[in-house]
């Protein structure tokens, strides 16, 4: 199949797929198929984030399905936008595929962008198909924000503030250990980790519900806690001491691997919850408003620019021992 | 250089090299480092457009520097604003990099998109740095038109219609076998070929003149004259028929090819030049008051949906021999 064939195919799938309600949609004056995509702006402030998954070195295709790679895809930009509290509009698509790649894989791809897409109102506005030895998938996303006091960003963290964390941390680590090891797991949460690893949630309800309440400093957890909370502090000029005690674990990473779940909350990444953090009193309006689980873990401390400190309960440090301490190396 | 360190380096190169005069850097909120850009909105529509450069299919590290390779990849996506007839503003760049990739060569390549960027004035405002076993290039554009009659787009070709080009074709692909084969033209030729291939200009001037001037249809020429006209046409729903003596090669194509030059004008691609479509009325406004070069090559016709037809001065269909024509067939 051509690559002009293949285009046509995925636009299709895109223009069948896809609900024909949504806002952005309705907005939309050129779609697939131009030179470039058009639309009518509506948004004070437009938020841009591109992501990119590659073949064997984020993903193996013996590990997913090509559907929960196209969710994937767009979940890790969709979490970008989040990170901002912004509303997600568009999504355009670059692809690289090795050249026996099966157009029904390729069309089942997109239509794990679209089921994601779909929850969020996100429109496929366009793309580019090309060859290549190895499959990637980059997704750029564009969105808008009421105003430029709406923002979440890395660099509002002010000494004195809490940090806090949305949902369980650790089980996409979890999961991918789980599948490359092939443990055998109980089905519940074998089924619970793969989620977490393979079809992760963007927070977007929770990051738009943050800037309404008054918080201004986050970041999404891509490439770990301590890594993430390591780039937010960086970009704010300040440091950070977190109580390793409270680190919300998820139950399933626990049942499965114990004590090691700490380092995969930890260090694990993939887990596209939020990190943000703010003053005591935003930090206890946030706990008492929010429909989704939020735990305070830590504070932001005037001095160590960049470093994450770990304590225990009894504020004693915590050194933490084996493996995929290199973020933690790399940000300090 | 870890990847953060490298984000942060090409960070670095960005803000140094591109004019905090641009209107576009001035409307920036967030640029490079949070989770995704920010900028204050202008346009009343917005346009996007994503175009890749991927190793070894388009592009060997032997043939071209690194700062060439980052001007292209800026250009391809430039090309396609252009045929719209709009104003390009910011690009996000998604990199694919092999572990061993020097960072003096990753910033070479930045260098030469803020080299192409500043031109027009757009500004780098995000990107991702991904580990690969190949090198790629995913560029996504955004821009501004400034109403929605102002759009250039590959669907409102009539019958009757005259088509004509921008500039010369044929260049690029020479540029690309001289290269290939390492043959000795002449020093101005040689550079002129060279500059076509790695370093192409896009229309974007030419591609707003021509949507004030009342055009309304147009593609840029990268695949190919007949594919791109063939895709023009199946959007259009038309056919169209191309004289090939009025077809304006590239004299460099000329000298260095002879005969073979055709071909290349043909179906080389790459040229990024525009090729549009208008009536004759507007096709002769557009002549007289062009500050750069148009030609008139053929005119669009109601029958044979998607198809070219090929004729010589005298009206005799014209055949062509030889390879290359795999995107004639593909578009038919």
Known sequence: MGEFRLVELLARIAEEGQGKQSAHRQRLVIGIGDDAAAWRSDALITLA?????????HFTL?????????????????????????????????????????????????????????????????????????????????????????????SAARAGDRI???????????????????????????????QAFLRPCPRI??????????????????DGL?????HLCRASRAGARIDIDRIPIHP????????????MALSGGEDYELLFTASTGVIDRVKTRASFPVTVIGEVVADKTGMVTLVDREGRPYKPAGTGWQHFAMGS
Chains 1, 2 share one sequence.
């Not at 680590?173 to 089905?187: D, E, F």
């Open 49 to 57: 984030t591109v992501d990119c998954l590659v073949q064997d070195v």
């Open 62 to 154: 013996d590990m997913t399905t090509w559907n929960e790679l196209g969710w994937k895809a767009l979940a890790i930009s969709l979490s970008d936008i989040a990170a901002m509290g912004g509303v997600p509009q568009y999504v355009i698509v670059s692809l690289g595929l090795p050249g026996d790649t099966e157009a029904d894989d390729v069309a089942d791809l997109y239509r794990g962008i679209i089921k994601l897409g779909n929850r969020f109102g996100v429109v496929i506005i366009g793309g580019n198909v090309s060859d290549a030895t190895i499959a990637f998938i980059s997704t750029t996303v564009l969105g808008s924000a009421t105003g430029q006091d709406n923002i979440l960003t890395r």
């Open 164 to 194: 806090a964390v949305t949902g369980n941390l650790g089980a996409a680590a979890a999961g991918m250990k789980m599948l490359k090891q092939k443990m055998p797991l109980g089905p519940e949460d074998s089924a619970s980790l793969r």
């Open 205 to 222: 309800a929770e990051g738009q519900f943050l800037a309404e309440q008054g918080v201004n400093a986050a970041i999404d957890i891509s």
């Open 226 to 230: 301590i890594a993430d909370l390591s």
């Open 252 to 263: 399933a990473a626990k049942n499965g691997f114990g004590d090691r779940s700490l380092e």
